[in-house]
């Protein structure tokens, strides 16, 4: 069997020695010829046209199991080869041998919606806003109001994490007692995803103590914290794990260059995620909705034994732009909005309500401006940012 990778690739060499030249590279091979070149590990060029590459590389080229080492193959030092102008990883095909290396995730789609009781619609989700600054009781008072205007999600933003301004355990606390009362009071639900992202010294550890202190769902800001860090939490901890991808900028954002959303969406959930940030497809860092579209099938198709993972739509949305990112993402997708709720003119608890108003008239499909005249912070919500 082989792993299939798919590149994007633009040079001056012709296209087929240019393929040469990374299979080359990620096999066997180096910049000169050397003794036993006719190696079995060695990579082979399936195809190459245009711009289009595709490699096929032995399966026991890989170490079962061990995700780092097959970055270094598929996604090493290609992207540093002068013959190539231009170099992006847009797909790779696992053969079984390696997908059944991974559990994949502990939680998915069907376990998050039964834990909380949802299973009719998106689920909406809020970061607590501003990023930092609050302490454990205003994270708290937060994250209260959210549930209360019937959010399902709070999670902290992806550069909190254990800062003296804001201990973790101390908010966890804090934020977990908060939402017991909020439950006890009006019957709601939610999870709270406590960012542990940390280093892989203490990940572990660090997730441990949360889920110990009354956590519900953990978060790891996947691409600062590694593949193999998520792996450890979802194979160990018993609560569902909300994947953040920031920094993934510095790589997905060029069409040219770089390593695609889709790939990294196979990755997450190879190694366990629940919830994976793909990208709005309207907000403000939408970045196309081709690559959202593929990110979103890679979470949701059938693939092996995994389970099915919630693609999360965040980054500059509040209720108008609910409507354009569920016709993308559809019912199972989590909608997220941070300053969309808690920038609202009434408040937080508003700004919950006016998202779960923007839910439910989608699902209903009737207009925004429509739902909105018998519900008055979605009104409110689209007089102060516009429809
Ligand atoms: C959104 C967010 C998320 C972005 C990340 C932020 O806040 O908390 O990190 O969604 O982008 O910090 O920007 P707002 P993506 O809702 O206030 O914009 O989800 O595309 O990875
Ligand atoms: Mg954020």
């Known amino acids: 069997m082989e792993l299939i990778a798919k590149y994007h690739v633009e040079t001056d060499l012709p296209i087929k020695k240019a393929a040469e030249a990374i299979a080359a590279e ?7 010829a050397v003794r036993g070149a006719d190696n079995p590990l060695a990579a082979r060029v399936i195809s190459a046209e245009g711009t289009d590459v595709e490699i096929g590389f ?28 231009k170099v992006r990883l847009q797909d790779v095909i696992f053969p079984e041998g390696l997908v059944r ?24 989700g809020t970061i607590v806003k501003p990023k930092v600054g609050l302490d454990p009781a205003g994270t708290a008072a937060v994250a209260a109001a959210a549930v209360r205007g019937g959010l399902d999600l709070v999670k902290d933003d992806e550069t909190l994490t254990n800062q003296s301004f804001c201990p973790l355990i101390p908010r966890l606390e804090a934020v977990m007692s908060a939402l017991e009362k909020v439950e006890k009071e ?34 790891i800001d996947v691409l600062t914290a590694g593949f193999s860090a998520l792996e450890v939490l979802s194979q160990h ?28 969406s196979k990755l997450v959930r190879m190694t ?48 108008a732009k609910v409507y354009g990112n569920l016709d993308g993402y559809g019912i199972d997708c989590i909608v997220q909005a941070g300053g ?36 008055k912070e979605l009104e409110r919500a689209l007089c102060f940012w516009g429809s």
Do not use: C
Request: proline share 5%; hydrophobic share 35%.
């Open 26 to 32: 990620q096999s066997t091979g180096t910049w000169t």
């Open 58 to 85: 032995p399966e026991e080229l890989f170490e079962p199991g061990n995700v780092p080492q097959y970055l270094s193959v598929v996604a090493g030092n290609l992207f540093g080869l002068g013959s190539l102008k």
């Open 101 to 124: 290396a991974h559990k994949g995730p502990r939680f998915g789609i069907e376990d998050t919606r039964k834990i909380l009781g949802v299973h009719d619609r998106p689920l909406i």
């Open 186 to 219: 009006t019957g709601k639900k939610a999870f709270y995803a406590v960012n542990v992202t940390t280093g892989a010294d203490q990940i572990l550890e660090r997730a441990e103590v949360a889920v110990d202190h009354g956590a519900n769902m953990v978060m």
């Open 237 to 264: 901890v018993k609560v569902p794990v909300h994947v953040h991808r920031t920094m993934h900028g510095a790589f997905t954002r060029d069409k040219g260059h770089g390593i695609s959303m889709v790939f990294i």
């Open 272 to 319: 366990g995620g629940t919830n994976l940030h793909t990208g709005s497809y309207m907000g403000k860092m939408a970045l196309g909705t081709e690559e959202n579209d593929l990110s979103r099938d890679a979470l949701r198709e059938v693939w092996s034994g995994y389970k099915r993972v919630f693609p999360v739509a965040s980054g500059g949305i509040y209720p």
């Open 340 to 375: 969309g709720v808690h920038g609202h003119p009434d408040g937080t608890e508003a700004g919950a309500r006016a998202m779960v108003q923007a839910v439910e008239a989608w699902q209903k499909q009737i207009p925004l401006k429509e739902y909105a005249k018998d519900h």
